[in-house]
């Protein structure tokens, strides 16, 4: 349990300064942004106006590990609740749990006249869902808490509220809100060599996002880690593979790619992930093949290379794959899955093997996939456009691959990036 005493300044802070409409925790991840506004709101709930109360997260289930557990952590009289349950109760007040991306949610909270809401990562709640939130906060003196890790400066949350806080005091935009900045030196439970690590584990954008606290654009190189003579290396002799994956983006007009990433030990004895060998064919290019010709052609290209292995791959297709997948599936491949596509969490995790040196390209058998990494960029009309951060999709079908395979291989590197799996956990909807 945190006692008051253990608090960083900046957390004591911001719980006595959080008087306002709206009240926002923002910045690097683990910088105790969750326990100081938790412990804002639970003040906040024992003398808040009568009225229903609301706590609002991605899902019933992200709220439950995010939040009420944390409650129940830090003051386990304070909270009464079921695991799943549409309302829970705290300090005797009723409470509704609401998950922002459950059908249903918007409808629910159409209904309420609240008193006050507690929202668990603001910038992943869609805008017309907050702003319905802020008019449904209607008894008088109902107030917001809630915390969020930055995210691209040209996001709703900053453009229309946090950035408007520069307006001078009585302008009529200037929202009734303090946001409270928070960076991993504030929070004094940190030990030295877990901070170092997070360090080590963030790299490129996520570093400045989520270590730094910044809201900076994704802009240019995705993979701007990527250096020849770091991250190329030749094969690993076959008798060092431990295991394997083939990683497979589907397409019969596009380019099909398919990837052989092995787990293997240099010289040194240190363990990575080799990309050793690539499959592409362009139908438009090269003419189209049937997926039972894709199939075969697959069997062809990867039977040999993993010969003497004695290996079963674990074979990833992308999720809109079904023909071939159902095609492969006839033809006797072994573990046929389908892969997470999570773009976010699958740009990181390459992104963080690469700049831990866990992750290499045999540029010999591998040039396309190569060339496609280097050019790998953030699309950026897409996000003056549409407000959407995603890669340029075009010649993406190797990096595409490649993300498949990393995301199955998540048993291989959470050991070697443990925050970055912590994280995909909690994102997990
Ligand atoms: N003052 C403190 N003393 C000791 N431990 C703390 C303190 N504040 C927070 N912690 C612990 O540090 C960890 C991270 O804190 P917290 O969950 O509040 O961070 P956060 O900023 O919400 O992180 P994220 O962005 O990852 O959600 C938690 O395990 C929490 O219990
Ligand atoms: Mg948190």
């Known amino acids: 349990m945190i006692t008051h005493a253990r608090l960083s300044?900046?957390?004591?802070?911001?719980i006595l300064d959080a008087v306002c409409r709206i009240n926002l925790w923002e910045g690097a991840i683990r910088s105790g942004k969750t326990i100081a506004s938790i412990l804002a709101w639970l003040l906040y709930v024992r003398n808040a106006p009568p009225g229903p109360l609301a706590i609002i997260g991605k899902t019933r289930?992200?709220?439950?590990?995010?939040?009420?557990?944390?409650?129940?952590?830090?003051?386990?009289?304070?909270?009464?609740?079921?695991?799943?349950?549409?309302?829970?109760?705290?300090?005797?007040?009723l409470v509704h749990v609401i998950g922002a991306n459950d059908a249903k949610a918007e409808k629910v909270l159409?209904?309420?006249?609240?008193?006050?809401?507690?929202?668990?990562?603001?910038?992943?709640?869609?805008?017309?869902?907050?702003?319905?939130?802020?008019?449904?906060?209607?008894?008088?003196?109902?107030?917001l808490f809630g915390t969020t890790n930055p995210d691209t400066p040209s996001h709703w949350l900053m453009k229309d509220f946090i950035k408007k806080l520069t307006l001078p005091v009585g302008d009529p935009d200037r929202p009734d809100m303090v946001s409270?900045?928070?960076?991993?030196?504030?929070?004094?439970?940190?030990?030295?060599?877990?901070?170092?690590?997070?360090?080590?584990?963030?790299?490129?954008l996520w570093f400045l996002r989520?270590?730094?606290?910044?809201?900076?654009?994704?802009?240019?190189?995705?993979?701007?880690?990527?250096e020849e003579q770091k991250h190329t290396r030749p094969a690993p002799p076959k008798d060092r593979w431990q295991a394997a994956l083939v990683g497979i983006d589907f397409?019969?007009?596009?380019?099909?790619?398919?990837?052989?990433?092995v787990l293997a030990a240099d010289e040194e004895g240190e363990l990575g992930l080799y990309v050793v060998a690539e499959w592409e064919h362009d139908g438009r290019a090269k003419g189209q093949l049937s997926t039972a010709q894709q199939s075969d052609r697959l069997m062809k290209w990867a039977a040999p290379l993993l010969a003497d292995t004695g290996l079963d791959p674990i074979v990833v297709l992308d999720p809109s794959a079904a023909p071939l997948r159902v095609q492969m599936r006839a033809d006797g491949w072994p573990g046929l899955r389908s892969a997470d596509n999570r773009?976010?969490?699958?740009?990181?995790?390459?992104?963080?093997?690469?700049?831990?040196?866990?992750?290499?390209?045999?540029?010999?058998?591998?040039?396309?996939?190569?060339?496609?990494?280097?050019?790998?960029?953030?699309?950026?009309?897409?996000?003056?456009?549409?407000?959407?951060?995603?890669?340029?999709?075009?010649?993406?079908?190797?990096?595409?691959?490649?993300?498949?395979?990393?995301?199955?291989?998540?048993?291989?590197?959470?050991?070697?990036?443990?925050?970055?799996?912590a994280e995909d956990t909690r994102q997990a909807a």
Request: hydrophobic share 50%; charged share 20%; aromatic share 10%.
């Open 343 to 421: 773009v976010d969490v699958g740009l990181q995790a390459v992104a963080s093997l690469f700049a831990g040196a866990r992750l290499f390209i045999d540029p010999v058998a591998c040039p396309v996939l190569w060339d496609q990494l280097c050019g790998y960029v953030w699309d950026e009309k897409a996000l003056v456009e549409r407000g959407i951060e995603q890669p340029v999709k075009l010649n993406d079908h190797g990096c595409d691959a490649l993300r498949y395979a990393i995301m199955a291989a998540r048993m291989i590197w959470r050991v070697w990036l443990p925050a970055l799996a």
């Open 9 to 14: 300044t900046k957390q004591k802070d911001s």
């Open 61 to 93: 289930d992200s709220i439950g590990r995010n939040v009420l557990d944390v409650i129940a952590d830090i003051a386990p009289g304070a909270i009464v609740f079921n695991r799943g349950a549409p309302t829970c109760r705290i300090l005797g007040r």
């Open 251 to 261: 397409g019969t007009s596009n380019p099909t790619h398919a990837l052989l990433v």
């Open 210 to 226: 989520f270590i730094r606290g910044l809201w900076v654009a994704a802009e240019g190189a995705i993979y701007s880690m990527l």
């Open 180 to 204: 409270f900045h928070f960076e991993l030196t504030d929070n004094p439970g940190l030990e030295p060599d877990y901070v170092a690590g997070l360090m080590a584990e963030f790299t490129g």
């Open 110 to 143: 159409r209904g309420l006249t609240l008193a006050g809401a507690y929202v668990d990562e603001v910038t992943v709640i869609p805008e017309g869902f907050f702003r319905q939130l802020l008019g449904r906060l209607s008894v008088p003196g109902a107030k």
